[in-house]
């Protein structure tokens, strides 16, 4: 069933859950199944896009339009209220954004006790820890922005990529709630969101723009032409940089309870950087793609090379033990962001002659909050003319804020699902995209460094929008 799913070319239906003895039908919303929504009395009514722009009705761009300024007017941005929820990693976050941008609550409870432990996400335990705590994150974002459910407009929920187990705990109860409510329902893309949040925050950021995705599961350079529409410039080979601070930091024997990424942060700043000589991944690779699992070996030999034991925790080193961990912490995190800088340099290159007319790099992901990240890479941008936008630290890592707005940009357009039933039955089946990539690769960026598994993966977000263009 799933792989006769994926084969579907127009599967735009987002978030459709199939029976598992039905055949699915993509679905492309029509006017008079919107006139259905409001069977339960709203506090505040709500125009759903395409009763508000009723003279483009018969437009196919009234459906699925990527038109570069989302539809939209003051009342219809005020009146959109959308709650975002995400599980797809360790974190379990819900948030409630208006459409012109206000947020209006956003709650995250993460897994860091659990992280701290194991030193990693075990899918098994994240999703037990993601259902235990659902109902209450989301009731909190409903409270916190004062809110019921009956005056949302629309749930936007993860579906991918991300951890198959705790991704069907947030869409389950998107559309628990969805239906209950008689709300839609719009499908995310994880790293689409962590890309479009920065148009949150900066509101003169338009299409087309770089984005460098950086994350604990995710390196990407992207190059995002519009909504929907991605060209992947690059991609990491093994690891992420995340994972990369993150091991770093279960070997230093640091504080994981905030993840490692911080704690090496904050510890690097005691260090020096130029002590530990690391090497800069994939010099002799003149692409975009990056790789961080020879660095990772590098540390762990660094730090078995001077006996530093992780079972001792940084508060109990010795000040000698101490300042040999933070030089390797520099060290490391010197190198990681190098070879962050020279793909971004190269990545810059390739997206002016592409999209001569982009003028800002955006940073985003987990990562993104580290000030030695953000600030090298703005010296990068600067050689171009080009503008760095970072979203704040609690937007850049995982949250729901971020899946709201991607919501909201998406819904603008016309790219939702109908309320789902009240109730779904046992067997249903979930459309959730562990694996999901975000947009086509570039050919001329296409690296034989690049061996990426293959199995499972979906198709991208970019050619399923394309596709159900092509359809209208
Ligand atoms: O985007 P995110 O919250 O979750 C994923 O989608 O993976 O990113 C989490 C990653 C973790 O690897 C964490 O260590 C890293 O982001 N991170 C940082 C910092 N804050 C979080 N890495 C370096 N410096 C930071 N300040
Ligand atoms: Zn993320």
Same mark, same amino acid.
């Given at each position: ?29 029509? *006017? ?7 069977? @339960? ?79 990693? +996400? ?31 407009? *629309? ?32 499908? +995310? ?21 770089? *984005? ?27 690891? *992420? ?38 090497? !800069? ?66 990545? +810059? ?29 703005? @010296? ?22 971020? !899946? ?69």
């Amino acid at each position: 069933m799933v792989s006769s799913l994926l084969a579907l070319p127009s599967t735009f239906s987002r978030l459709n859950l199939v029976q598992k003895s039905s055949i699915f039908i993509p679905f492309t919303f029509k *006017a008079l199944s919107l006139l259905k929504f409001h069977k @339960q009395p709203r506090l505040r009514p709500f125009n759903y896009p395409l009763l508000h722009f009723p003279s483009s009705l018969n437009s196919p761009e009234a459906h699925f339009s990527t038109s570069r300024r989302p539809v939209s007017s003051k009342s219809f941005d005020v009146d959109l209220v959308v709650l975002g929820i995400e599980t797809s990693c360790d974190d379990t976050a819900a948030a409630i954004v208006r459409g012109n941008g206000e947020i209006l609550s956003q709650v995250v409870s993460s897994q860091a006790d659990l992280l701290a432990r194991y030193g990693g +996400v075990a899918p098994k335990m994240a999703e037990e820890a993601h259902s235990q705590v659902i109902d209450q994150v989301v009731q909190d974002a409903l409270d916190k922005a004062s809110l019921t459910e009956r005056e949302l407009s *629309a749930v936007a929920v993860t579906i991918g990529p991300g951890l198959s187990l705790c991704l069907r705990v947030g869409v389950q109860k998107a559309r628990r709630v969805a239906g209950s409510f008689n709300l839609p329902i719009i499908s +995310v893309h994880h790293m689409e969101a962590h890309a479009l949040v920065a148009r949150l925050i900066e509101k003169e950021l338009q299409f087309p723009f770089l *984005a460098l995705l950086i994350s604990g599961g995710h390196n990407l350079l992207v190059l995002a032409h519009d909504l929907g529409h991605y060209t992947q410039l690059g991609t990491t080979i093994d690891d *992420a940089i995340g994972e990369a601070f993150d091991k770093t930091a279960k070997w230093l024997g640091l504080d994981m309870r905030k993840s490692g990424g911080p704690a090496v942060e904050q510890l690097a700043q005691e260090g020096d950087a130029e002590s530990v000589r690391f090497s !800069i991944p994939m010099k002799q690779h003149k692409d975009c793609n990056f790789s961080y699992a020879g660095l990772k070996t590098q540390v762990k030999l660094a730090i078995a090379s001077r006996n530093i034991d992780a079972k001792v925790p940084l508060s109990c080193a010795s000040s000698l033990d101490r300042s040999s961990r933070a030089d390797i912490a520099a060290s490391f995190q010197r190198v990681a962001v190098l070879h962050l800088e020279e793909r971004c340099e190269r990545a +810059v290159e390739w997206a002016l002659k592409i999209e001569p007319s982009i003028k800002h790099l955006v940073v985003s992901g987990g990562v993104a909050s580290n000030q030695y990240v953000r600030a090298r890479l703005d @010296q990068v941008v600067q050689k171009y003319s080009l503008q760095l936008v970072c979203p704040p630290p609690n937007l850049c890592t995982d949250n729901g804020v971020m !899946i709201a707005w991607t919501g909201i940009e998406n819904f603008r357009v016309g790219r939702y699902d109908p309320p789902p039933p009240a109730n779904d039955p046992d067997d249903f089946m979930y459309d959730l995209r562990p694996r999901w990539p975000l947009g086509e690769e570039y050919a001329e960026g296409r690296s034989e460094a690049r061996s990426l598994r293959r199995a499972r993966v979906h198709p991208s977000l970019t050619s399923l929008v394309q596709a159900s263009l092509q359809q209208q």
